[in-house]
Structure formats: structure tokens, C-alpha cells
């Protein structure tokens, strides 16, 4: 069977199964996927299907749920190293006022690319030229929730109005198998009262998510502060914007009364612990109180720019690491907990919940091969592949990666577009881009 000619039907022999099922059981078993779905889990019988695979040397994972990321900056890793938030935006902007839809397509490939071969199998992006992001995912396979970046015209490189540009980019997109657009203002530094306003109706008469940045730094609420007299989920929540259906990136800066607001909005948080570190934003996000508040959190890496990685095996341990270490609490955020901001929570967060984030009956069949013979998951026993998924795995581990069914990365090659095509297309564009 050609590699392009995905199979209808699957069975995955004898693998360790990381279900995060309800249970979060972690069980020696099969799993059949037909037509893109799951159709059988564990002791599944003897069907028959169009392709089977001896799965005995791996474990079989739900595919990570990135809920925070620029990926078509990933031609500017390493271009703003060791600066703080101001500078880095600064530098940023300067470069993001020069590109155009060519290298913003070779610059999501690559880091489409770079985040299937680690296991992630969902996105959700902020960002412009949202159609050349979209070209590449559907190029690659993965699936895309794509938020066109809104802000007050004055202050954008973009071509027209932003909320209208986001208002056109949904329409021509929406109902599209991989990609699941929306908008996404991009944070109260740069809009006002009413550039958010229009974005929630936009959202709401559209039916989809609405994605942002909150209060990662100090400067940044301080500000507003000074400018409105109100933080920014109080400002927000006065206005009329919060509601459910939004995600929110970073909450580093949050009151206890602000995590209450956002529990009762029904608002979402992205906790994207590399970035906020590395940018040095002062803080640590307050993921436990979150969760205590019933706020459902996932796990981004922000961009490349700001990380440098868009691993997700990276993000689940230094989301750990951070908590315990800040807590003093060794308990804090568990290996189990990790795993599930990567998975479950990531999937509710971008509204697919029922349909994504675990290996169940009905699901969607987006799943990752790890490799149980590599070193950073040895030795291999099931009460610990959890623990080695959250502090161990490398990236390496991951063998294969199926997306609706379909394989698009086996024994760590790209299936739809050799690297090589990717790569070249990449180095194009940041040759241009780190260009005086």
C-alpha cells in the first residue's frame, strides 16, 4: 500500500495503551481504528483490517494537544535570544512587518514538521497570514485551530482591518477537515474596548474559539492599570468580553479574585512555562490554583522565538519541574497531571473533547508510537511509562504518529513531504528574514 494511500482500517498489536480514558488505565492490548476513528480498544477479538502492526515494542499515547503557539516564527528561533518581553516584541515586530505569505508558509511547515516528530497531532495558533499557516497544515496532515491576530489598526503591519481580515479568514476556511479557524486579539496592550468587543461578536456569530494573551507580565497589568484602573481579567470581565469558548495564554499576573472570574467565565489557560521563563516575566503561573478552581488548563510552548522548542514531552516536564520547585511541594502537578494538560485538557480547551485527547471508542485516531527500547523510556514497565512520558522521553522516542487515522510520521520520517523540501523552504525564508 502507498504511504499516500493511508489504510481505512488499522490494528495495532500488543501495545502498551496509555488510554487516558476516565480511568487513566494503562493497559497491554489492541486497538483497531477504522475510517479515522477508534473502533476498539484492549482485547478487541480477532477482526480483520487493511493494515495491522506488531505494536509490541511500543506504547501507544493520545496525541499531544499544543494549546499556545506562533508556529510560523519557527524560521526566527534563536533571532532575540535573552531579552525581556519589551525587547523581544520589539525586535519581533520589526521582522514580522517584512514578511509575506511565501515565508510565513515555509516557517509553519517547519514547525508543523518539528512538532509531529515529537507528538503532537493539535495546535492552537496566534498569528497573521493565517491561510499560508493553513496551506501548511494541510500539507503536513496535523490539525490546526488557526486564530487570525486582532488588535486596533493603528498599531498593525497588517493589510486592511484586522477583525475583518480574521471575519474573511473564518469564512474561507471554516468546515475544513484539518484546520478550525477563529480569531484571536492579541492582548490589551495593543486593543482597545472595542477591537475586543468586536472579536467576541465575531467569535459568537461564528460559532468559533476565541484565543489570546493575559497577563504575563507585570508591565503588562501595570499599564493597563494605569490606563483604565482595572487588571486585565477585571477590565475583561467589566467590559462584557469573557466568556466560554476562550483560551487564554500565559495568566502569570492573576489575583486569587481574577482565577474565581475566570473559573465562573468558563475561560481556559494555556500555561506555557518555558516562554514565561526564558522571557523572565517575574512570576510563576498559579497552574494549582487554577485547577483547584475548576479552570481547565493545558500546555503551550509559545513560539520558537520565545522557547526555543515546540516539544511538548519538554513542556510537561518543566510545567512540573517549575510547580514543584515554586511550591516547595514535590506532590505538585504529578506526572499523571502533566500528561493530562497534554492530552484531555488540551482537547477541551480547543473544544474537542469528546472527540479528541484519549484512547476511547469514537474517537478521533490521533495517536503516537513511542518507542519502549529507547533510553529515555527504559526500563519500560506500565507503572512508569506515565512518569517517563512528564520527565524523561526524549523526542527521539517517538516512532510514528497517526493523525485521523492516518500515518504522518513513520519510524521518524515526515510521510506527506520529504524534510529535506521543508527545510530548504525554511532556511529560504530566514535567510531573508535575519537579513539587516
Given at each position: 500500500m502507498s504511504a499516500l494511500t493511508p489504510a481505512r482500517s488499522t490494528i495495532f498489536r500488543g501495545?502498551?495503551?496509555?488510554?487516558?480514558?476516565?480511568?487513566?488505565?494503562?493497559?497491554?492490548g489492541d486497538l483497531l481504528v477504522k475510517d479515522g476513528r477508534i473502533q476498539a480498544v484492549g482485547d478487541i477479538g480477532s477482526?480483520?483490517?487493511?493494515?495491522?502492526?506488531?505494536?509490541?515494542?511500543?506504547?501507544?499515547?493520545?496525541?499531544?494537544?499544543?494549546?499556545?503557539?506562533?508556529?510560523?516564527?519557527?524560521?526566527?528561533r534563536g533571532i532575540v535570544d535573552d531579552r525581556d518581553l519589551g525587547g523581544f516584541l520589539e525586535r519581533l515586530f520589526a521582522v514580522d512587518a517584512r514578511r509575506g505569505e511565501p515565508?510565513?508558509?515555509?516557517?509553519?511547515a517547519q514547525g508543523i514538521a518539528e512538532m509531529l516528530l515529537s507528538g503532537t497531532t493539535s495546535f492552537l495558533d496566534l498569528y497573521y497570514m493565517e491561510d499560508a499557516v493553513a496551506r501548511a497544515v494541510e500539507r503536513l496532515g496535523i490539525r490546526g485551530f488557526l486564530g487570525w491576530a486582532v488588535l486596533d489598526p493603528p498599531l498593525t503591519t497588517q493589510k486592511g482591518v484586522p477583525v475583518e481580515n480574521a471575519r474573511a479568514f473564518i469564512g474561507r476556511w471554516k468546515g475544513h477537515e484539518r484546520v478550525t479557524p477563529l480569531a484571536a486579539p492579541q492582548g490589551v496592550y495593543v486593543c482597545s474596548e472595542e477591537t475586543w468587543l468586536q472579536t467576541r461578536d465575531l467569535a459568537q456569530a461564528t460559532d468559533t474559539l476565541c484565543h489570546f494573551h493575559l497577563s504575563e507580565t507585570r508591565r503588562e497589568v501595570h499599564e493597563l492599570q494605569e490606563r483604565v484602573g482595572d487588571r486585565p481579567v477585571s477590565w475583561l470581565e467589566r467590559i462584557g468580553f469573557l466568556g466560554p469558548g476562550m483560551v487564554a495564554a500565559h495568566g502569570v499576573w492573576v489575583t486569587r479574585r481574577e482565577i474565581?472570574?475566570?473559573?465562573?467565565?468558563?475561560?481556559?489557560?494555556?500555561?506555557?512555562?518555558?516562554?514565561?521563563?526564558?522571557?523572565?516575566?517575574?512570576?510563576?503561573?498559579?497552574v494549582v490554583e487554577f485547577r483547584d478552581a475548576g479552570v481547565h488548563v493545558g500546555l503551550g510552548t509559545d513560539s520558537v522565538a520565545s522557547n526555543n522548542s515546540l516539544s511538548m514531552l519538554r513542556e510537561m516536564h518543566t510545567a512540573g519541574l517549575l510547580q514543584k520547585h515554586h511550591r516547595w511541594d514535590a506532590s505538585?502537578?504529578?506526572?499523571?497531571?502533566?500528561?493530562?494538560?497534554?492530552?484531555?485538557?488540551?482537547a477541551h480547551?480547543?473544544?474537542?473533547?469528546?472527540?479528541?485527547?484519549?484512547?476511547?471508542?469514537?474517537?478521533?485516531?490521533?495517536?503516537?508510537?513511542?518507542?519502549?527500547?529507547?533510553?529515555?523510556?527504559?526500563?519500560?514497565?506500565?507503572?512508569?511509562?506515565?512518569?517517563?512520558?512528564?520527565?524523561?522521553?526524549?523526542?527521539?522516542?517517538?516512532d510514528s504518529v497517526y493523525v485521523a487515522g492516518e500515518c504522518v510520521v513513520r519510524h521518524r520520517i515526515l510521510v506527506r513531504e520529504p524534510w529535506a523540501d521543508i527545510h530548504a523552504a525554511a532556511e529560504r525564508a530566514a535567510n531573508a528574514l535575519w537579513s539587516p
Open positions: 501495545a502498551w495503551l496509555v488510554t487516558q480514558d476516565p480511568s487513566r488505565r494503562v493497559i497491554r477482526p480483520t483490517a487493511e493494515e495491522t502492526i506488531d505494536a509490541s515494542g511500543f506504547a501507544i499515547v493520545p496525541g499531544f494537544v499544543n494549546t499556545h503557539t506562533h508556529v510560523a516564527m519557527s524560521p526566527l515565508d510565513v508558509e515555509a516557517g509553519a474565581e472570574t475566570l473559573a465562573r467565565r468558563k475561560v481556559g489557560i494555556a500555561h506555557c512555562p518555558s516562554s514565561n521563563l526564558k522571557l523572565a516575566v517575574g512570576g510563576v503561573a498559579p505538585a502537578l504529578p506526572a499523571q497531571t502533566l500528561l493530562d494538560m497534554a492530552t484531555v485538557e488540551g480547551l480547543v473544544g474537542r473533547g469528546g472527540d479528541l485527547g484519549s484512547l476511547e471508542v469514537g474517537k478521533q485516531a490521533d495517536l503516537v508510537l513511542v518507542r519502549l527500547n529507547h533510553p529515555t523510556v527504559t526500563p519500560a514497565r506500565p507503572e512508569a511509562i506515565v512518569s517517563h512520558l512528564a520527565y524523561s522521553a526524549s523526542e527521539e522516542a517517538v
